[in-house]
């Protein structure tokens, strides 16, 4: 998929909203970082649009990189959508597990742009 495909953008929108800009947009986003999915289908880039919630629910599913996650809270039954990952955002519980021991993980990935490569390994 390229930048442009309308399904790339929707997605880095959602980034945008839930990792960075939630109270910005007047949104509240719990301690674990769910925003009513109703609320996101609110905003004026998913008011008009046809199927809005099957179009988020898409990009969830199919999202190689497993950046959102879709969730009804069982105490109040609403459904929820946040980012599962980096947050400016005060964010509490995401359901991160803590790594204690360095063979959890045989393997760590970090994907990252040529041009910070010297800084890094420097």
């Known amino acids: 998929m390229s930048r442009n495909d309308p ?3 929707l997605s880095k929108f959602l980034s945008s909203v839930l990792r960075h800009n939630a109270q910005k ?4 986003i719990r301690s674990d970082g769910g925003v009513l999915l109703s609320k996101i289908l609110e905003l004026p ?3 008009n649009m046809a199927n809005a919630q099957r179009v988020i629910e898409d990009i969830v599913a199919t999202n190689e990189k497993q950046r959102f996650t879709i969730f009804r809270d069982p ?3 609403l459904v929820y959508i946040r980012a599962n990952q980096g947050h ?3 964010v509490e519980n995401l359901d991160l597990k803590k790594v204690v021991d360095p063979n959890e993980i045989p393997t760590a990935i970090h994907g990252t742009y040529f041009s910070k490569w010297e800084i890094i390994w420097g």
């Open 45 to 47: 880039k998913f008011r």
């Open 7 to 9: 399904k790339v953008q």
């Open 75 to 77: 105490k109040n039954n």
């Open 25 to 28: 947009m007047g949104l509240e």
């Open 88 to 90: 400016s955002l005060k």
